[in-house]
């Protein structure tokens, strides 16, 4: 089975951190770029970021630049998603998924194979 799995998600105040994990099991990661998704209720599912299969080019939404960072460790077998000042209005499902396109802009779902089920983020006082 290929599976990727989010944890790392939880409640935290406006301004605090979380870091995402995204493990993968069944296939590694090695030649997959992995893409950072997120989706509000009543709201489309967006592209937040990507990182490529060697980390060395990372692509951000202008809502989350300087904010949010992916990063992988290939040999873990596992991608992260560090979000720093988190705002209210990041509040949301965060899903990771994994592709063998190219990261070269904000990711789009439909250039991505494999899905996690997602983790719930929630920004509030």
């Known amino acids: 089975q290929l599976q990727l799995v989010e944890s790392g998600g939880g409640l935290v105040q406006p301004g605090g951190s979380l870091r995402l994990s995204c493990a993968a099991s069944?296939?590694?990661?090695?030649?997959?770029?992995i893409g950072w998704f997120r989706q509000a209720p009543g709201k489309e599912r967006e592209g937040v970021a990507c990182?490529?299969?060697?980390?060395?080019?990372?692509n951000y939404a202008d809502s989350v630049k300087g904010r949010f960072t992916p990063s992988r460790d290939n040999a873990k077998n596992t991608a992260y998603l560090r979000m720093n000042s988190l705002k209210p209005e990041d509040t949301a499902v965060y899903f990771c998924?994994?592709?063998?396109?190219?990261?070269?802009?904000?990711?789009?779902?439909?250039?991505?194979?494999?899905w996690g089920q997602g983790t719930q983020v929630t920004v509030s006082s």
């Open positions: 998924a994994a592709s063998r396109r190219r990261c070269t802009s904000v990711p789009m779902t439909g250039s991505y194979d494999y």
């Open positions: 069944g296939f590694t990661l090695d030649y997959y770029a």
């Open positions: 990182i490529s299969n060697s980390g060395g080019t990372t």
